[in-house]
């Protein structure tokens, strides 16, 4: 399929989950998807999942929570590519622990991975988008965003601050006809759901209403409607992507 073809779209969190569902969802259809991650191995393995048909699969070493890292990574695909239609900033971390008991590493290093990066690629590659009065940036938020958790408070703010993020900047950029929105995912099948306890697994799904947990080519779906034509009216929205946990 060739519906994203001439694109260049980032991805962050590349290497695994997601992630790496969208980069190949996206690069399958079209897009020459610039990769991002802090592990080249993994990502690695996102291009071989892929296929890379004609190198549509480019892999970026970069941990988003770095801002010269950012920045350097960034300006390089520019200059690679000369353009960039989509952004998907989808890395994320988690350092969970009851916010009595939380300590300020941990806090801030899921404001940073979570939000701050999100910030920071939006902000070195919205020029690109800007001189072309076209692009579409997703932002991959969380249900906890909406519904809170105890035991994520870091995790949740930065995931209801990608919200505010998401709707202040749609309404920036709409006149050079970029859209900003946020997908919500709720309980996704991932190596972390997978390695939980069966009890566990089974209390997640109790608490679904279809009954299953969601698989991040689910999610991916979601980005590419968002990006595609059919998102092309759509801005400041949240996707929420979560079985009916939510409503």
């Given amino acids: 399929m060739s519906?994203?073809?001439?694109r260049v779209a980032v991805v962050t969190g590349a290497s695994q989950g997601i992630g790496r569902a969208i980069a190949i969802d996206l690069a399958r259809r079209g897009a020459r998807v610039q990769a991002l991650a802090r592990g080249r191995e993994a990502l690695d393995e996102t291009v071989a999942l892929a296929g890379n048909p004609e190198g549509a699969i480019v892999p970026w070493v970069c941990d988003v929570a770095a801002s010269d890292e950012v920045a350097e990574t960034c300006a390089?695909?520019?200059v690679?590519?000369?353009?960039?239609?989509?952004?998907?900033?989808?890395?994320?971390?988690?350092r969970d622990g009851l916010l009595i008991r939380m300590k300020d590493v941990d806090w801030e290093t899921v404001l940073t991975t979570n939000l701050?990066?999100?910030f920071r690629l939006s902000r070195a590659l919205l020029p690109t988008m800007l001189r072309a009065r076209a692009g579409r940036i997703v932002n991959i938020s969380s249900v906890v965003a909406a519904a809170g958790n105890a035991g994520q408070g870091n995790y949740?703010?930065?995931?209801a601050g990608l919200l505010g993020l998401t709707r202040s900047l749609a309404r920036e950029v709409a006149?050079?006809?970029?859209t900003v929105n946020?997908?919500?995912p709720g309980y996704i099948e991932t190596a972390m759901t997978a390695a939980l306890p069966e009890g566990t697994r089974a209390a997640l799904q109790a608490q679904i209403p279809l009954g299953v947990l969601g698989t991040p080519e689910?999610?991916?779906?979601?980005?590419?409607?968002?990006?595609?034509?059919g998102g092309s009216y759509i801005t400041g929205q949240v996707l929420h992507i979560n079985g009916g946990m939510y409503m």
Avoid at 3 to 6: P, Y
Avoid at 175 to 178: E, F, L, Q
């Fill in 3 to 6: 519906e994203f073809q001439g």
């Fill in 76 to 78: 390089a695909i520019v």
């Fill in 80 to 94: 690679a590519e000369k353009r960039v239609d989509f952004l998907v900033n989808n890395a994320g971390v988690t």
């Fill in 116 to 118: 701050t990066a999100a």
């Fill in 156 to 159: 949740a703010a930065s995931k």
């Fill in 175 to 178: 006149s050079r006809h970029i």
């Fill in 182 to 184: 946020a997908i919500a």
């Fill in 218 to 229: 689910d999610v991916a779906a979601g980005v590419r409607f968002l990006v595609g034509d």
